[in-house]
């Protein structure tokens, strides 16, 4: 399948673990610190699939696993890159409330880039400019992915993900 294209979004089946990593991989490459990123889909869908290889573009060497027991892991590749904040809302009862009782907005304005698994559970905390990333379960292997920009920055890091992945 082909990526459909426009401004806004962008839609497109990986077809392997693997190239999901690699996808991750090239967006990572692009992040800056107070970038947003918010993964949605069941479970097995590939977001974490996915947070590996933004860390893996990112300089993270160690291993990236889900958060889920804990909300938030911080990766720090170098000085010189900003920290990975790998967050997960998974388990939380009241996401709202217990994400802003953990004080989750000072990672949202702080100096990493914050990517948030199950972010449409508390989806309403979350700035209104950020990348959407909706995964979809199309097979035993291929999931379908669509990517969503809100917001001018997000526009742009569409825009250099589109041409890094696709060449478009």
């Not at 699939?49 to 573009?57: A, E, P």
């Not at 590749?77 to 998974?90: G, K, R, V």
Request: overall charge neutral; some cysteine.
């Amino acid at each position: 399948m082909s990526p459909i294209l426009n401004e806004d979004s962008l839609s497109f089946v990986s077809r392997s673990e693997e190239q999901t990593r690699r996808l991750g991989t090239r967006l990572g490459l692009l992040l800056e610190k107070g970038d947003i990123i918010c993964l949605e889909g069941p479970l097995g869908s590939g977001k974490t699939c996915f947070v590996q290889g933004i860390g893996k573009g990112m300089g993270i060497k160690e291993p990236i696993t889900s958060p889920s027991f804990i909300l938030i892991s911080e990766y720090h590749p170098s000085p010189s890159t900003p920290p990975l904040y790998h967050i997960d809302f998974y388990r939380l009862e009241n996401p709202v409330k217990e994400a802003l009782a953990l004080g989750i907005e000072e990672y949202f304005y702080g100096e990493g880039v914050c990517v948030i698994e199950w972010a449409e559970r508390a989806k309403e905390i979350i700035p209104p400019q950020r990348m959407w990333i909706t995964f979809k379960y199309v097979g035993p292997t291929h999931r379908h992915l669509l990517m969503e920009a809100q917001g001018e920055r997000y526009r742009e890091l569409l825009r250099l993900f589109r041409r890094s992945a696709f060449g478009v």
